[in-house]
């Protein structure tokens, strides 16, 4: 089996091939830039995604929000580096999307040799409301 992680180009493209048969492809997620700097997802929201009260659920906010954190962690990885597990979250919801898509904005806080940490801010695309505020730390795997 081959190490996706070894790969040399890791731009949105790579992160779409390689998360569409995944649970970011069953669920919809979009990565539509990354850099050194920055990662950027969307998610289309669909009737799916939706809780029995009508509103987006939560879960599709920290699905978002930890995917963006992930692949930026596996687009910064250490040399050497095998991967990374997500080993803590911490989730702050200050409003609800409106509008057809969400999308979330992670950047790394700190790239250590054991451990990653991510800020991810998430937001309705149409209005630019903030909706969630996400803290994620990587445990970088050897």
Same mark, same amino acid.
């Given at each position: 089996?081959?190490?996706?992680?070894?790969?040399?180009? &890791?731009? @949105?493209? /790579? /992160?779409?091939?390689?998360?569409?048969d995944? /649970?970011?492809?069953l669920? +919809?997620?979009?990565?539509?830039? *990354?850099?050194?700097? &920055? !990662?950027? !997802?969307?998610?289309? *929201? &669909? @009737?799916?995604?939706?809780?029995?009260?009508?509103? !987006?659920?939560?879960?599709? *906010?920290?699905?978002?929000?930890?995917?963006?954190?992930g692949? +930026?962690? *596996?687009? !910064?990885?250490?040399?050497?580096?095998?991967?990374?597990?997500?080993?803590?979250?911490?989730?702050? /919801?200050? +409003?609800?999307?409106?509008?057809?898509?969400?999308?979330?904005?992670?950047?790394?806080?700190h790239? +250590?040799?054991?451990?990653h940490?991510?800020?991810?801010?998430?937001y309705?695309?149409?209005?630019? &409301?903030?909706?969630a505020?996400f803290?994620?730390?990587?445990?970088?795997?050897?």
């Amino acid at each position: 089996m081959t190490n996706v992680y070894s790969a040399e180009v &890791k731009d @949105a493209a /790579f /992160f779409n091939q390689i998360g569409k048969d995944g /649970f970011p492809g069953l669920v +919809g997620l979009e990565v539509i830039y *990354i850099d050194d700097q &920055k !990662l950027k !997802l969307r998610q289309e *929201i &669909k @009737a799916v995604h939706l809780a029995p009260n009508g509103m !987006l659920h939560a879960a599709v *906010i920290l699905t978002l929000a930890d995917t963006a954190c992930g692949y +930026g962690s *596996i687009a !910064l990885l250490p040399e050497g580096a095998k991967g990374h597990a997500t080993i803590e979250v911490k989730c702050n /919801f200050v +409003g609800a999307a409106n509008g057809s898509a969400i999308v979330c904005e992670a950047v790394p806080l700190h790239l +250590g040799r054991t451990t990653h940490v991510w800020d991810a801010g998430v937001y309705s695309e149409s209005s630019g &409301k903030s909706i969630a505020h996400f803290r994620c730390t990587q445990m970088i795997l050897w």
